[in-house]
């Protein structure tokens, strides 16, 4: 597993903006992995699982609830976007909450993401809203959206 925590955290270093706060620190990762309710997938370029040693391009980690399984994090290098590689990560997420008793999936993220339209794209719809919920580095408060997408 340590060899999976090092490829999700290349990612999440070069796909997160800091000004964001939105990466988790290596600490974060290890511990939810280690609660067992938590679940992760890591793909290569070409939306396989990485082999051993090879680095990953994106990832997600999510966490299963009754009937319902929560997206965390997830993340693509740039320099892999707009190559499906979400929507192949999504639908990894899909198969696996599935599999695990969840009919639908949940997830929060800052007002004016741009992954908006991915998620949008993939079924999920708005369903509440937090006013000022995050705070940016330089202090700013942004509102989060919580989506839902059905899976059954």
């Not at 679940?39 to 391009?57: K, N, W």
């Not at 994106?58 to 009754?66: A, I, K, Q």
Request: charged letters at 30%; a negative charge.
């Amino acid at each position: 597993m340590t060899d999976d925590v090092d490829k999700i955290m290349a990612v999440m270093t070069t796909a997160f903006d800091p000004v964001y706060g939105e990466a988790w620190n290596r600490r974060q990762v290890e511990d939810a992995l280690k609660l067992g309710n938590c679940h992760y997938s890591l793909v290569e370029a070409h939306g396989h699982e990485p082999a051993e040693g090879e680095s990953a391009a994106g990832f997600f980690l999510s966490r299963t609830g009754y009937e319902e399984e929560e997206l965390l994090l997830l993340a693509v290098d740039p320099q892999y976007r707009t190559q499906g590689l979400g929507r192949c990560l999504l639908e990894k997420l899909r198969i696996g909450a599935t599999s695990r008793g969840a009919l639908r999936l949940l997830l929060e993220m800052r007002r004016g993401n741009p992954a908006e339209t991915l998620y949008r794209n993939f079924g999920f719809y708005s369903i509440g809203e937090r006013r000022e919920y995050y705070r940016t580095a330089n202090g700013d408060r942004l509102d989060a959206i919580t989506f839902a997408c059905d899976i059954r």
